[in-house]
Structures are given as C-alpha cells and as structure tokens.
C-alpha cells in the first residue's frame, strides 16, 4: 500500500463535507467516493471535490476498489456502519463520538478485530500542536506530580440545531458533553490517565429537548489526580473551550474564545517540548501511516471507547445522584432521562 494512494469513501456530507476538503489536501490518499441521502448536496459536493457519487451504503461496501469507509453520520449510527464496513473488509475511520453505547461499541471494535481491519476514530484535537506538546511533556515528567486538569465548553446551540436528530438519546447519545464537549473529553482522559471514579451533575434548561443542555463532572483518576468537565450549549453566542493541566512543577492553559487561540505557560518555567517529528497532522495521515505500518492510529477503538465511557459514567452518576466507579458494566441511558425540568 506504501507505493499507491488510499483511496477514502467518505460518507455523511453534512460533518463530512470538511473531511472531504481534507482528504484531499492530504498526500497519498485520495477522494475516492462520497456518500449522502440528500441527492442535492450530493451533487453540490461530488462537483466541488471532483469525485463520484452514490446515495446508496450498499454501493460503498461492494466496491472493490474502496479501502477506507469514513462514516460521519449521526452518533446512533455509526457502529452498525461502522461493522457492515468491515464485513466488507473496509478500514473504518467514524468520527466522534464512536457509538452512543458501550455495547455497541464493543461490538464494532470485536468486528473489526475479526476481519482484521484498521479501526480509528476522529478526535481532530488529538492532531493540534498544543495537545500534541502538552501530551510529550507530560510523558516526558515536564509537569512533574499532575494535580488537575480541567476541561471546559461553553458553545451555544439555538433551537434550530435541535431539528432533527440532535438532542435525542437514541441518535446523539446525550447532549452538551456527548455531542460537543467529547473533543476535550477525550484529552482530559489521555492526559490523567486511567479513572477511578466519576461524579457527575446535568440538566436542560435551554432549549426543548430531550438530553442535557448542561453536563458536570468531577473525575477521580487512579494517580491521585483530580478532573473537572464542563460543558453547556447554553452560553448566549458564544464558542468558548479552554483546557488547563496544573502538575506540581509545571502547568499549561490554552483554548478559543470565538475563534481565537491562546495558550499560557509559567513565565518561570522551561518551554513545553516541541512537537515531536513525523507526528501525523490529521486523520488522513494519521491512518496512512498506520497502513503503511509506520505507527499505530493516535486514536484506535479501544482507545476512542474511553471518552464514551467516561461520558455515560457522568450520565449515570447524575441520573442516580451517586458516585460512579470505572469502569463501568453497562449503562444505557433510558429513552428520556429523568432531567430537571426546563428552565424557560
């Protein structure tokens, strides 16, 4: 595969329209074939990017020429995609969340272990200089003991983002943490590590739907380090996240506050690391490498699995009002979670 492009269906237009912006920008792998149910923006896409099209998953699955299925439609859905793709003998790539269940999850990555293919998931954070930084130095023991990392979201969604599949429990897996908080999530768990227990608080006070709007969380990890989660769609007109990592000998902030980035470092203290050499910038690269067998994928299934759990370890810790240990059996929120009521 080192001496030929990889060819990518990418399939869900809505978030896979910049997917397939990037796919090809990226060398060595190429567009090969998109996929939508909306046969306009279909078209619109299949003309901007110069590649084929199809409105039918049948048709992804028995192209030969198809190595990678790139699945970016809603949450609920992608494991069932995710696993008809690798019975097909496709390399699968979702992005995040990787399921709304830990069943279903499990499920996939077991299929996929099967049939022998790659399976990774997009958290495009994980490909950003600052966390790549941040991660080095604190395997390298910059931060020395780490003591808190935190974790914090506030991007505004109007009722009109809820039209449809968003907010639902069966189809986005919950709410402001699942849908768009999962990004920083998933670096609070690759930061602190293995997680001992979870405390966690939600609730909808914004908008009519039927997951939380509102989601907290108090994270115990196995190190003796402390975790904090934050993340609301309730914040008016705005599109604020940060994250901060505080460790006996060093600390680091950095985030967005509506499109522009800082970061903080101690004035006193030596340099984070730079990023380290060859290290993949985005997903098609980073999955080229792997098929290449240049390096494992930064975020694999089991890998990808940790963020859902740690968000359904929220969700049940809130549902119950008790602490919640990791990992955890089984946790399926029901079909409408016993949130406070509405503060309209």
């Not at 030596?270 to 080229?288: Q, S």
Request: with cysteine; proline share 5%.
């Amino acid at each position: 595969m080192a001496d030929k492009p990889v060819r990518f269906a990418i399939v869900g237009l809505g978030m896979g329209r910049p997917r397939a912006k990037l796919c090809k920008e990226t060398p060595g792998a190429e567009l090969a074939l998109l996929c939508d149910l909306d046969e306009a923006r279909l078209a619109k896409n299949c003309e901007e990017f110069e590649a084929e099209g199809t409105r039918s998953y049948a048709d992804v699955l028995n192209r030969d020429d198809i190595d990678v299925v790139m699945v970016m439609t809603p949450s609920g859905m992608h494991a069932e995609m995710g696993i008809q793709a690798a019975r097909a003998g496709k390399h699968v790539v979702c992005t995040k969340p990787l399921d709304v269940s830990l069943t279903a999850i499990d499920k996939l990555i077991d299929e996929c272990d099967k049939a022998g293919v790659l399976l990774a998931v997009d958290f495009q954070e994980r490909y950003t200089d600052m966390p790549t930084r941040v991660k080095t130095g604190l395997d390298q023991g910059l931060f020395g003991q780490l003591i808190l990392v935190e974790a914090r979201l506030k991007w505004y969604r109007s009722d009109e983002y809820f039209v449809g599949w968003h907010g639902t429990w069966a189809q986005d897996g919950g709410g402001s943490l699942m849908n768009q908080t999962v990004h920083l999530i998933d670096q609070l768990q690759w930061y602190g590590g293995d997680i001992e227990k979870v405390v966690g608080r939600m609730g909808v006070y914004a908008h009519d739907i039927e997951t939380e709007d509102l989601g907290l969380g108090l994270v115990d990890f196995k190190n003796g380090a402390k975790g904090v989660i934050i993340g609301t769609t309730t914040w008016p007109e705005s599109r604020t996240y940060d994250v901060e990592i505080h460790g006996t000998k060093f600390g680091a902030a950095w985030g967005s506050v509506n499109g522009e980035y800082s970061c903080s470092l101690p004035k006193d203290a030596a340099d984070l690391p730079p990023r380290p050499e060859g290290a993949p910038k985005n997903i098609f690269e980073d999955v080229l490498g792997a098929l290449r067998g240049e390096r494992k994928v930064l975020v694999d299934g089991r890998e990808g699995r940790k963020s859902v759990e740690l968000i359904l370890a929220v969700y049940q810790s809130a549902m119950t009002n008790e602490p919640v240990e990791l990992p955890l059996k089984s946790f399926t929120p029901p079909t409408t979670a016993p949130l406070p009521a509405s503060g309209k």
